[in-house]
T-cell receptor, first 115, second 114 residues
Framework: DQQVKQNSPSLSVQEGRISILNCDYT??????FLWYKKYPAEGPTFLIS?????DKNEDGRFTVFLNKSAKHLSLHIVPSQPGDSAVYFC??????????????FGKGTKLSVIP | DAGVIQSPRHEVTEMGQEVTLRCKPI?????LFWYRQTMMRGLELLIY????????DSGMPEDRFSAKMPNASFSTLKIQPSEPRDSAVYFC????????????FGDGTRLSIL
């Protein structure tokens, strides 16, 4: 049972426009959320995070929004650039139910920014 | 700064063989994680260590998998005997103090079991 879901496997956006990547979660014990970016043949790299006590966190062109009541978060990239083309993973931190706290990842959304 | 270093980058071996994946975490990081990425299941946590001690190995698929961290700068993930369904990309990650600290990933080992 997937606790972190990224329902869009892929997304194409024109350069300069906004990219919106979505993520839903089911476990109300999650209290910290992160986005990772992954290029082919490389490991994921940390992008931005948000605590459950906030509803927005911004870092340059990247903003993450959290809606706790809906158990939904989104990553906005404005303006999108061709170098942003990558797979984006949503991850949630919290009690896993298996006896420890851990990071649970979504399956990722492949973003393609078209020049 | 050196990041997380994994070796080998690629491994192709025959079913039944022993496979050993290696990881060197970032110096000073106290937590180390092993993940497996497949198309079907995405990125799954296999096991993690805090201060060289295994904390949660509930993600290890079966007894054929084992992981060790003999010191703060080295960890291994071993599969014995290997099976075709073990084919995946295996990532090692480390973080400072664990918890919500962002994890830093290596570039992974692409494992193919024939």
């Amino acid at each position: 049972d997937q606790q972190v879901k990224q329902n869009s496997p892929s997304l194409s956006v024109q350069e300069g426009r906004i990219s919106i990547l979505n993520c839903d979660y089911t476990n109300s014990m999650f209290d910290y959320f992160l986005w990772y970016k992954k290029y082919p043949a490389e490991g994921p790299t940390f992008l931005i995070s948000i605590s459950s006590i906030k509803d927005k966190n911004e870092d340059g062109r990247f903003t993450v929004f959290l809606n706790k009541s809906a158990k939904h978060l989104s990553l906005h990239i404005v303006p999108s650039q061709p170098g942003d083309s990558a797979v984006y993973f949503c991850a949630a931190w919290g009690y896993s139910g298996a006896g420890s706290y851990q990071l649970t990842f979504g399956k990722g959304t492949k973003l393609s920014v078209i020049p | 700064d050196a990041g997380v270093i994994q070796s080998p980058r690629h491994e192709v071996t025959e079913m039944g063989q022993e496979v050993t994946l290696r990881c060197k975490p970032i110096s000073g990081h106290n937590s180390l994680f092993w993940y497996r990425q497949t198309m079907m299941r995405g990125l799954e946590l296999l096991i993690y260590f805090n201060n060289n001690v295994p904390i949660d190995d509930s993600g290890m698929p079966e007894d054929r998998f084992s992981a060790k961290m003999p010191n703060a700068s080295f960890s291994t993930l071993k599969i014995q005997p290997s099976e075709p369904r073990d084919s995946a990309v295996y990532f090692c990650a480390s973080s400072l103090r664990g918890g919500v600290q962002p994890q830093h990933f290596g570039d992974g080992t692409r494992l193919s079991i024939l």
